[in-house]
């Protein structure tokens, strides 16, 4: 009987984490991807470069990188704009340290699409919120990424989306649920309006605040689905790591 006690033991003790739950999804004819990110248990973080290198720019150069450190990537994705040379467009944190400054006015493209958000991330939590509200409340994120629009707002779609637009793309975003605790991380798998992914967000999974990432670069790492997308070279990433089996 011990040994079969302590057998348990060493399988709970040794696991290499808590495995992210993705799930295909169908809504209103079109197929999403969406994995849950819970603050509680699961170790999330944001990823540029390596101190003094290039960044990253796929999962497979991240992953590597991880590896020295005996951990890996159990889920991620492109997570925000960028320039040419993959700086991040707007305010930027990685491990408590801000790399790029809080952005508050209109500008050109989706980003500058006002209202814009933040995806930050404390120790206790990982909210979506809008940039104004951001900066009204000073939170301390260990993480944190601009992006924008907002998809949305209160529980209400960005006011700008038009039903009947004609621009298609595979996009990216994220929602925010149980009180900040949990973050739905969503990859459209055809092309869809922003007007039809923000409607996924607010009609189909039930968010309140939702967060577009980009519809240029979206790509998906979800090793429990098969997937390391490949596709440009990214900016800012986001995912959860686990210890290496």
């Known amino acids: ?29 079109q197929g999403y991807t969406a994995c ?26 991240l992953n590597a990188a991880l590896a020295q450190q005996n ?3 159990s889920f991620a994705m492109n997570a925000g704009m960028y320039h040419p040379d993959r700086s991040p467009v707007g305010y930027y944190v990685e491990q408590g340290m801000t790399q790029m400054r809080l952005l508050t006015r209109a500008s050109g493209g989706n980003f500058g699409l006002l209202p814009n958000g933040v995806i930050c991330v404390t120790d206790q939590t990982i909210e979506v919120i809008e940039t104004l509200k951001f900066k009204a409340r000073n939170l301390a994120c260990r993480f944190a990424s601009q992006s924008g629009p907002m998809l949305v707002i209160d529980g209400a779609l960005h006011p700008r989306f038009l ?8 996009r990216n975003g994220v929602g925010m649920r149980a009180g900040g605790r949990q973050a739905i991380f969503v990859m459209s798998n055809s092309f869809v309006t922003l007007h039809e992914f923000a409607s996924f967000f607010k009609d189909h999974i039930g968010v309140a605040q939702a967060l577009y990432f980009d519809g240029n670069a979206s790509r998906l790492f979800a090793p429990q ?3 390391n997308d490949p596709g440009r070279r990214m900016g800012p990433i986001i995912g959860t790591v686990v210890p290496k089996p």
């Open 1 to 29: 009987m011990r040994n079969v006690t302590v057998w348990i033991w060493l399988l709970f003790v040794a696991a290499p984490g808590w495995a992210v739950d993705c799930a295909a999804l169908k809504f209103r004819g």
């Open 36 to 61: 849950t990110v819970d603050v509680r248990h699961d170790d999330i973080r944001l990823f540029l470069r390596a101190p003094g290198a290039a960044p990253y720019g796929d999962f497979s150069a």
């Open 71 to 73: 951990l890996t990537l």
């Open 163 to 170: 039903k009947d637009s004609r621009s298609r793309y595979i």
């Open 225 to 227: 689905l098969g997937r």
